[in-house]
């Protein structure tokens, strides 16, 4: 197994949705004990600590998306420390809600274009997080990252990304809530996008599969975003965002594993880990776990949970 220099990079963002509680969840995979199941694997691990966003000065006016400001400020400061991380090792982004990922995929695709590789992402969700703020009914921003680093329009104020990843090389799976302005607009692009239903028909790992032979092919970097919904609420109860019908915990670890054997795995996003919404830790511990999978603990090698 190749060892890494793992970098965990705090991202305390809850800006992107009005339940609040995303903030403590970069604490909550420490005390989980991340560093310590990476480092048990033979990894370097780096501790960054916690970033905060850039400063800003008041919100929009009523109306706008909530807390636009904050989080165009944590877009700018993610984005800038994505790119310096994956300069210096293999970055582990720990959220935070998913609105994070505008900055964290902008600042690793800008990385990748002076490696001279495109960036394909991998976005385990039970939502697709493609609106803008404009078509965003909620206006939680939560829901928008993926059409930011894509390159759509709609984002007045935030950042120009410098590098959009193109559709092709952006792959969903797990999705189960998408509402209709979202599924008309995916239609017309060239992303992969697998619900539970293709899951349930045709297995998990055919899709993933098909997406990381792409990736290898073309030589690329690959970076994974992984939102506690991607999970079923049954055993992943810690996030604001609660669709029943999630991948299973097998489901999940095979994912990882499959992305470890790939080789191909260079950055990963942890998010919308709520604490406060979670059962004795059990969530927190499940994606420590599923990001030792992702970088080498074996099915032999799985600790015994218990809970009392």
């Known amino acids: 197994m190749t060892q890494k220099t793992c970098l965990l990079v705090g991202a305390p963002v809850d800006s992107g949705k009005r339940r609040r509680g995303c903030l403590m969840g970069p604490d ?28 800003f000065t008041g919100e ?23 790119e310096e991380a994956c300069a210096r090792g293999f970055p582990i982004f720990l959220g935070g809600d998913h609105s994070l990922s505008a900055g964290t995929v902008a600042g690793v695709a800008n990385h990748a274009a002076k490696e001279g590789r495109p960036l394909f992402v991998l976005w385990l969700d039970a939502h ?19 059409a930011y680093f894509a390159g759509r329009d ?7 990304v410098q590098n959009p990843v193109p559709e092709e090389n952006i792959c969903m799976i797990g999705l189960r809530s998408v509402d209709a302005a979202e599924r008309e607009t995916l239609q017309a692009t060239q992303i992969r996008r697998h619900d539970m239903r293709d899951i349930d028909e045709n297995g998990i790992a055919r899709p993933l ?5 792409h990736v290898s092919q073309s030589k690329g970097l690959l970076h994974v975003s992984l939102d506690v919904d991607f999970l079923d609420p049954s055993v992943a109860p810690a996030v604001g965002t609660t669709v029943p019908g999630g991948a299973t915990v097998r489901e999940a670890h095979l994912v990882m ?6 080789g191909l795995l260079s950055s990963l996003d ?13 969530t927190a511990k499940l994606m420590v ?20």
């Open 289 to 308: 776990d599923l990001a030792a999978s992702a970088l080498g603990r074996r099915v032999f090698d799985r600790p015994t949970r218990s809970f009392s």
């Open 28 to 55: 909550a995979f420490r005390t989980a004990g991340l560093r310590e199941s990476l480092e048990d694997l033979g990894h370097a691990v780096e501790d960054l600590g916690n970033l905060a966003p850039r400063a």
């Open 60 to 82: 929009a006016a009523e109306g706008a998306p909530y807390a636009l400001n904050e989080t165009i400020a944590w877009t700018e400061r993610l984005t800038a420390a994505a």
């Open 257 to 262: 594993e499959m992305l470890h054997d790939s």
């Open 128 to 146: 697709t997080d493609f609106h803008t703020p404009q078509s965003s009914d909620s206006g939680n921003l939560h829901g928008t990252p993926v």
């Open 154 to 160: 709609g984002f007045d104020g935030f950042p120009a």
């Open 270 to 282: 942890l998010v919308e880990l709520n604490p406060f919404l979670d059962e004795r830790g059990r």
């Open 209 to 213: 599969a098909a997406f990381l032979e």
